[in-house]
């Protein structure tokens, strides 16, 4: 056994198991890289903005404690001093530094904003105005009455923690988004390997399952998904192949059978007339295996035609269903010993009218083939019924006087080379195959057949029913 089978195989698989794995992670890392990606983005914008207005709302509240001071003092009388949050101020009159805090002595005005009186303005200076350069601060401009001495008060704070803050909280996405999104591919692969589990079990029985055993079924997990139904189709596929497989094999095996005794009959009667010379009783004989073997031949690949799904209804139109009733009648009054009787009445249908003839002229023979003397024939339009207004479609029906088919027996005759009776069948050229035929054709008309209880002849009634034809103005 080769130990990398398994992963040779679904290396050849296009779209396998790893492919499928490997999509789906990565889809999964990309997605969630753009979403952190935008996420740090936001967060280290949002951070940075938060404590910026932080430090101009201390700037503010710092001017604005100065003005109040001067207010009830002279500006030269008012004591400046650096504030606990690091926020320095300069009093102003004009182009003069009235007033200052102590890191801002003999420093020139830090601006040439003049507000009105009660009026802020603020902006962003460098640090180099203050003596630290390289940094950024926060300027906050307030206009105070020039009675008290000053026309404004100047206050600037710091932006290096707004700055260091940010640049940290960068650091932090930088190291933590590569992170999670390892985690995030890591959980992403286990839990997509660990659902498409199933998938490969479905596979690698599906490969093992040859077309010389298709009893075998794929494993169905307990759980109600995709993945559940995949396995459930597959299974009815497997299902349906296995009955397929069966059913030829069934037709191959009975076929053999069936054409062998003409067959053998035929090369019989040829090799005595080459000895003792040919009879009328063996031309007579030969002709006659011959009509049947051509009749067997006919119906086996009507069969197989059907069952491919080709020539089960050809081109549709409006059929009498009674003409062909009548025509059947008047073929069957020519013979000699049977008496015909029927009850036909208008009925037409929308289907085939050479397959519908075939499903009639297969049912009257079987009829004939069966009874003692005494067929009837009878046929009619169904009830009408249905809000679409159309008609219910018609029926057929054909007894005989024969000894009638068991109840039990009733469904198993429309199976292929079915016979109750077989030597009297073998006898009178029946192969078996004519009420298959009808069904398979009755049923691709979507109508149903089924023998019934007798009604007028103790023998056995076969029914047939034809849906109803298109409503007026649909498309033929």
Request: charged share 25%; glycine share 10%; aromatic share 2%.
């Amino acid at each position: 056994m080769d130990p990398t089978g398994t992963a040779s195989r679904q290396a050849r698989l296009p779209g396998g198991r790893v492919g499928v794995r490997a999509r789906a992670t990565a889809a999964a890392v990309a997605v969630v890289a753009l979403a952190l990606a935008g996420s740090a983005f936001v967060l280290v914008g949002l951070v940075n903005r938060t404590i910026q207005e932080t430090v101009t709302t201390a700037a503010s509240t710092r001017v604005q404690e100065i003005a109040a001071g001067l207010d009830g003092r002279g500006a030269s009388d008012q004591p400046v001093l650096g504030s606990e949050d690091g926020a320095l101020v300069q009093v102003l009159r004009g182009d003069r530094v009235v007033a200052a805090s102590p890191d801002l002595v003999g420093v020139a005005p830090l601006t040439a904003m003049t507000p009105g009186p009660g009026q802020e303005q603020a902006s962003r200076v460098d640090g180099s105005l203050v003596g630290e350069p390289g940094d950024s601060y926060r300027l906050v401009v307030l206009g105070v009455n020039p009675s008290t001495g000053a026309d404004r008060v100047v206050a600037v704070q710091s932006l290096a923690v707004a700055e260091d803050t940010a640049a940290l909280v960068s650091r932090l996405a930088l190291v933590g988004v590569p992170v999670l999104l390892a985690v995030v591919a890591a959980a992403t692969w286990w839990s997509v390997g660990r659902a498409l589990r199933p998938v490969e079990a479905i596979r690698a029985r599906t490969a093992r399952i040859g077309a010389d055993d298709l009893s075998a079924r794929v494993p169905q997990p307990g759980t109600r998904d995709e993945i559940a139904a995949l396995a459930s189709t597959m299974n009815a596929m497997l299902s349906r192949l296995e009955a397929s497989a069966a059913r030829q094999r069934s037709f191959v095996s009975d076929a053999g059978h069936e054409l062998r005794s003409p067959i053998a009959t035929i090369r019989t009667e040829t090799e005595v007339a080459q000895r003792v010379g040919a009879s009328d009783r063996t031309h007579q004989v030969v002709l006659d295996e011959a009509v049947r073997l051509e009749r067997l031949v006919t119906d086996m690949l009507t069969l197989a035609s059907t069952d491919e799904g080709h020539g089960r209804v050809g081109h549709r139109q409006d059929v009498d269903l009674d003409d062909l009733l009548s025509a059947e009648r008047s073929r069957l009054r020519a013979r000699a010993g049977l008496q015909v009787s029927g009850e036909v009445a208008p009925a037409r249908v929308w289907g085939d009218p050479g397959a519908l003839a075939r499903v009639v002229r297969n049912a009257v023979d079987n009829a004939v083939r069966h009874s003692r003397g005494r067929v009837h024939l009878s046929c009619g339009p169904a009830a009408r019924g249905g809000a679409d207004g159309r008609d219910g479609g018609a029926w057929f029906a054909v007894e005989d006087d024969g000894p009638g088919i068991p109840v039990a027996d009733r469904e198993r005759v429309f199976g292929r080379f079915v016979r109750l009776d077989e030597a009297r069948a073998r006898e009178d050229g029946g192969s078996g195959l004519g009420l298959a035929i009808v069904r398979d054709i009755v049923t691709a008309h979507g109508g149903e057949v089924r023998f019934t209880d007798p009604q007028l002849l103790p023998g056995a009634r076969l029914l047939v029913e034809l849906p109803a034809q298109p409503p007026p103005g649909s498309s033929r």
